[in-house]
């Protein structure tokens, strides 16, 4: 017998789940699996690369000096603040090593976190709270939410905001996680000014990775891993169009205290503790719903 009713359904495949990541059953149609989740509003430190087009760590700290080189000879797509911010940090001694070593740190920070708060006198591991955003899953299949320790009603009620805080707040307090609000999950008109005062107050103390003044954010270590792809590609001779040139940054940057709107290029132009960034086919849209003003090299 033929269908009658036929449909493609918009599907995402989630992150690589596996024989190993299958945890048991709680009934015939209940599998339970073991999955990723990308903490939501917070990026730190890369652990290690993740560019395919470069080899190793190794070779990262070989090419950064010669891409500040690149820079202000004034042959590259970097320019004005963003070049005079990251020419510094490419030339500081080992700048891609020190940024994976960054990495490791944030990780033994947040399994501090977790031995702090989820550890029970008992030994035992207390349960966790998930707040999935409003786009659940990231283009890589990971869940996108906030994770905090699940406290019981009459524990909340003894306890303010702030302690009980979710780790994504915590890593960003602790310095060793960059504040990265990505709309349209922004946090909730309650935690945004306490997650900005907290990312705030980490960047000017010098706390986790930023103690170090050459410190490179994840995603922009990740974006100067694309730009280094770039790079070696025009040092070998190869064409490479304008468009690629500068595809190495695509986010846009609002500034949540001015709702000023800036390029991808110009998010330096906003302190770090105030960026919300924003995918380009979403920038209509946020203009409309923050109320953003477009500063004025992307007025038109």
């Not at 290690?48 to 470069?54: A, C, F, V």
């Not at 940090?89 to 920070?109: D, W, Y």
């Not at 283009?139 to 303010?160: D, F």
């Not at 986790?208 to 270590?221: K, S």
Request: glycine share 8%.
């Amino acid at each position: 017998m033929s269908l009658a009713v036929l449909w493609t359904p918009a599907a995402i495949t989630l992150d690589q789940i596996g024989t190993k990541r299958f945890v048991d059953l709680s009934d015939g149609d209940t599998p339970n699996i073991r999955m990723n989740v990308r903490m939501l509003s917070i990026d730190t430190p890369e652990k290690n690369r993740t560019n395919t087009g470069i080899r190793n760590i190794a070779e990262l700290d070989t090419l950064f000096p010669q891409m500040a080189d690149w820079i202000e000879s004034g042959a590259s797509p970097v320019h004005g603040n963003l070049a005079a911010h990251l020419v510094p940090r490419l030339r500081a001694p080992g700048a891609a090593s020190r940024h994976v070593e960054q990495g490791k740190k944030a990780t033994e920070f947040h399994g501090q976190l977790v031995e702090q708060f989820l550890r029970r006198s008992s030994g035992r591991l207390r349960s966790i709270f998930v707040r999935v955003a409003d786009q659940p899953f990231d283009r890589h299949g990971r869940l996108l939410a906030y994770v905090a320790p699940s406290y019981s009603a009459k524990e909340r009620a003894e306890m303010t905001r702030l302690e009980r805080a979710t780790f994504n707040y915590r890593m960003v307090e602790g310095g060793w996680a960059a504040s990265f609000i990505l709309f349209p999950s922004i946090p909730g008109e309650l935690d945004l000014p306490d997650f900005r005062k907290a990312a705030q107050a980490a960047f000017e103390e010098g706390r986790g990775a930023w103690a170090d003044p050459a410190a490179l954010t994840g995603y922009e270590f990740r974006s100067l891993e694309r730009l280094a792809v770039i790079f070696k590609k025009l040092q070998a001779g190869q064409n490479v169009d304008a468009s690629t040139r500068f595809s190495w940054l695509y986010r846009y940057c609002a500034d949540m205290t001015t709702g000023e709107l800036f390029g991808p290029h110009e998010y330096e132009r906003v302190k770090p503790y105030d960026r919300i960034f924003i995918w380009q086919d979403d920038v209509r849209r946020a203009v409309a719903e923050l109320n953003l003003r477009p500063a004025g090299r992307i007025a038109g």
